[in-house]
């Protein structure tokens, strides 16, 4: 970190007869405006108002004030920081809702096969079950899981922590699957995840003036640091924002998912399956191909795919 002297004044340290903010384009404006009200009121007039009489003395007063403001708008330090933007943007993915109707919460229930599909359909149960009833919710949870048959051993998954994101919730790492809200997925062989750090903490200097003209040195440090996480398979993909500070925690949980994803390849893979794999990514819709590319990329560098069964897939995803 390089102290830089780049003379920017705290926001507290303002000259006397000035605004907190400087307003050049105001400023200018006035003090023209000013000038020629003033020359406007010693300069002769041979037109006066019909029935009144002209004041050059109060003309000449207002020219004054209006130089006076312009003098008080432009002596202000810095720009007004702009209203209504935050420091990092929310994040930007689709809000996926919880099912309405106590029908449809246990229809999901019912058709959950997968550990991701079972966690978020369980957790909306017991929420719905709190508002229908508030007093014994637990009873009514027992009831759907009933009726529903529902597999309690598909919520058998360990979590190995979780991360807030910057746009709001939390992304939960568990064993066998990541959750963000109302968005899980289950781990895949083909499943990776990259957590990505740019821009630094800088320190800069400025000198300031106190009332008595002494000068003074303020050192402020300034945060540009941005972090986000990519997490990538054969049929789905997840990305969001951290913060910088828990990069390190969000990388131990991508690197857990990552051993538990090399856990579920397949041990001698035949030409049958990595055949499979490679179609599921080509059929699989929404994704761009960047992303497609990218799995492939994965199972070339796993030795699932040679140069040559590489280079077919990608042109199939180019359509070359």
Do not use: C
Not at 86 to 101: H, L, N, S
Not at 293 to 315: H, M, P, T, V
């Amino acid at each position: 970190m390089t102290p830089t002297n780049d003379a920017k004044p705290i926001e507290d340290a303002r000259r006397p007869f000035a605004a907190k903010y400087a307003y050049r384009g105001w400023g200018i404006a006035l003090a023209v405006i000013g000038a020629l009200t003033i020359i406007g009121s010693i300069t002769p007039s041979t037109e006066t108002s019909e029935g009144g009489s002209s004041n050059p003395f109060g003309t000449f007063l207002v020219g004054l004030g209006l130089i006076a403001g312009s003098v008080y708008l432009l002596r202000g330090r810095g720009k007004k920081p702009a209203t209504g933007v935050t420091a990092v943007a929310p994040q930007q993915r689709a809000d996926i809702a919880p099912p309405k109707t106590w029908e449809q919460t246990t229809a999901a229930l019912a058709a959950a096969t997968t550990g991701a599909a079972a966690i978020v359909a369980y957790r909306n149960v017991e929420s719905a079950a709190r508002n229908l009833s508030p007093q014994d919710p637990g009873a009514l949870v027992e009831q759907a899981i009933l009726q529903t048959s529902f597999d309690r051993s598909l919520l058998n998954s360990p979590r190995f922590g979780y991360v807030a994101a910057l746009g709001g919730g939390s992304v939960e790492f568990f064993r066998d699957f990541v959750v963000f809200g109302q968005e899980a997925y289950d781990y895949e062989p083909t499943t990776r995840g990259q957590v990505y750090i740019d821009g630094g903490i800088q320190v800069s200097s400025s000198v300031v003036h106190d009332k008595k003209g002494n000068q003074h040195i303020v050192e402020r440090t300034h945060d540009l640091r941005k972090a986000n996480v990519q997490l990538t398979s054969g049929t789905w993909t997840m990305s969001f924002a951290i913060s910088p500070d828990v990069v390190n925690d969000a990388r131990r949980f991508v690197d857990q998912m990552s051993i538990r994803a090399g856990e579920l390849q397949p041990k001698n893979a035949t030409a049958a399956d990595i055949q499979q794999m490679v179609d599921q990514i080509l059929r699989s819709s929404g994704q761009p191909p960047a992303e497609k590319l990218k799995q492939l990329s994965n199972l070339r560098y796993d030795r699932l795919l040679s140069d040559d069964e590489f280079q077919r897939a990608k042109n199939r995803i180019l359509g070359l």
